[in-house]
């Protein structure tokens, strides 16, 4: 492996090498938990766009309350990124 310091490209010490393929395999074994953290951003915003029906002075229809849980047992049983990008989110019932 080679590192490029002011644009000349060294031969990198068997100790970068290691810190460096240490670095890449962090990286490589938090993918999961990169994606998981993305998909419940995207999750916490939907339930957000709606948290103002939970109010107590209005009532919220069955459909809503059934789409708001299942926003929430989405991540249910999730353990691979190839499960995570095959979610489809419900879709938003009229309120």
Do not use: H
Not at 22 to 31: P, T
Not at 44 to 70: F, H, I, V
């Amino acid at each position: 492996m080679k590192k490029l310091i002011d644009g000349v490209l060294i031969d990198m010490t068997a100790e970068e090498i290691t810190a460096r393929q240490s670095e890449e395999n962090d990286w490589n074994n938090s993918a999961f938990d990169r994606e998981l953290n993305e998909f419940r951003k995207k999750r916490n915003k939907l339930l957000s766009e709606t948290d103002y029906l939970g109010a107590s002075d209005n009532t919220m229809s069955s459909a809503m309350t059934t789409y708001r849980q299942t926003l929430r047992d989405l991540t249910n049983g999730l353990t691979t990124v190839e499960q995570i990008e095959a979610v489809i989110f419900p879709e938003k019932p009229s309120e």
